[in-house]
């Protein structure tokens, strides 16, 4: 039997080579045991957002193949579930925000930015560093430093 953390990197880097081959990102993976059962959870998404359900199920069954030729996980049972991460889930990252382009989006900061550490509008750029955000109550841009960010949300 191989070692867990052996099988966790692996699982790893079998799951990040074929989201990476089928054009998607890899956002997150979690691996968690239940005796010798395993439940291998993925998100993933485009790189600009949208992941389809087909996607899903494609990539699904990717892992699934590769696992099994692998035999890592062969005496134990595992299930598997993949999913793109969701409209409500917090946006932190300067990726989260690329993939974010020309939505709305809302944002709380560290410190106050224009009087305010809360702020609506539409992501219209994003750098490494900066993102700037149309307000659209206002009708002007704003440069938000990342750095400050604490979170920000999809506005549904």
């Known amino acids: 039997m191989m070692l867990q953390e052996q099988q966790q990197r ?8 074929i989201t990476v081959s089928q054009g998607l990102e890899l956002i997150e993976i979690k691996i968690s045991r239940s005796n010798k059962d395993v439940l291998i959870r993925i998100l993933a ?25 692998e035999g890592i996980l062969s005496e134990d049972g595992y299930s598997l579930e993949v999913s793109s991460p ?7 990252t300067h990726k989260d925000f690329l993939r ?17 550490t809360e702020h609506t509008g539409i992501v219209t750029t994003v ?3 900066n993102l700037k955000l149309l307000k659209t109550k206002e009708k002007k841009e704003i440069i938000v430093p990342v750095s400050q960010i604490i979170k920000g949300l999809l506005v549904i």
């Open 86 to 92: 969701g409209l409500d889930r917090p946006l932190v």
């Open 100 to 116: 974010n382009m020309n939505r709305e989006i809302r944002l709380w900061l560290k410190e106050t930015l224009d009087g305010k």
């Open 127 to 129: 750098t490494e560093e």
């Open 45 to 69: 998404d485009r790189p600009q957002g949208g992941i389809n359900l087909q996607e899903c199920s494609v990539l699904n069954r990717s892992v699934v193949e590769a696992i099994d030729k």
């Open 10 to 17: 692996l699982i790893y880097e079998i799951v990040h080579h």
